[in-house]
């Protein structure tokens, strides 16, 4: 991984992880579209939450979380730093079930945001999810060439994504990555939505679970995080293919302070803050002693 400038003519929020803003090219871009993609526990919804943390922190438009899993637990996004009181879950009642409904909802939010002229971030998580209006009418089991989500897709894409620039609105979207069984080259996963989200999307993050982090209290072994990995498949803000990784902890976020100390160590630069490598390593402990920074810096 390289240090470079971010674009001076574009606007970002922080990820929540500084080196991750550095593999980003100096974070979520705004007026772009973003997409997060992962397997199962690898951090998608947290880095959608940090980015809402951190636009709150910086800018004063709109905030619209559009989750259609069924499986967001808003008290616990709010632990995690989620200003719960700036972000729209949608109207009561309303459900976010097709491309359709998105469609339409993302329109109105464009245009509430070019009103108050001001940024705004909408997420949508995740993708995976959202069905279109022919699959939902039509019987399980019922024959059909399921291309009709792509081309929704691709049709937003082409109706939305230069209001999203004019209006200098983040959209994130995140997708869940799936198998290809059988490959022998190639990519070995697949996302849903075709080929238009990799077109369209400036940022493409892929996170992959690493490893857990236990910890041992009163001789019992208890799983308190995981280690991701992050990696740019595709980047037009910055230079793509870059890699870096960070712990996440339970009800805590990102380790952002563990995370640039270790990028600190193993590229041999602790002399730069005048610490020496045994400082650092004795500070990356991982005994039961040390849980990291009390605070997160979007709580400041």
Known sequence: MYFTQPTPELEFISSGCSILDLVLGGGWALGRAANVIGDSSSGKTLLAIEACANFARKYSGG????????????AYAGALGMP?????????????????????????????SRKDKSPGLYIIDSLDAVSEKDELARKMGEASYNMGKQKKIGEMFRKQIREVEDCRMCLMIISQTRANIGVMFGDKFS????????????????????????????????????????????????????????NIRFGYGIDDYRAGMEWLLDHKQTSA???????VANRLDDSPDWDGPTYKRHNQ
């Not at 905030?63 to 808003?74: I, K, M, Q, S, T």
């Not at 719960?84 to 509430?112: A, M, P, W, Y």
């Not at 369209?200 to 019992?220: F, P, W």
Request: glycine fraction near 8%.
């Open 273 to 279: 803050l005048g610490i020496t490598k045994a400082e």
């Open 84 to 112: 719960l009181d700036r972000v729209d879950f949608g109207k009561k009642g309303q459900r976010f079930n097709t491309i359709e409904d998105i469609n339409d909802d993302l329109s109105e939010c464009l245009h509430q």
């Open 191 to 246: 996302i849903s939505g075709g080929s238009s989200l990799k077109f369209y999307s400036s940022q493409r993050l892929m996170l992959a679970h690493v490893k857990n982090l236990k910890t041992t209290r009163s001789g019992i072994e208890r799983v308190t995080g995981v280690r991701v990995r992050a990696r740019t498949l595709k980047n037009k803000i910055g230079l793509p293919f870059r890699t870096c990784d960070f």
């Open 63 to 74: 905030v619209w979380y559009r989750e259609a899993e069924a499986a967001f637990l808003p």
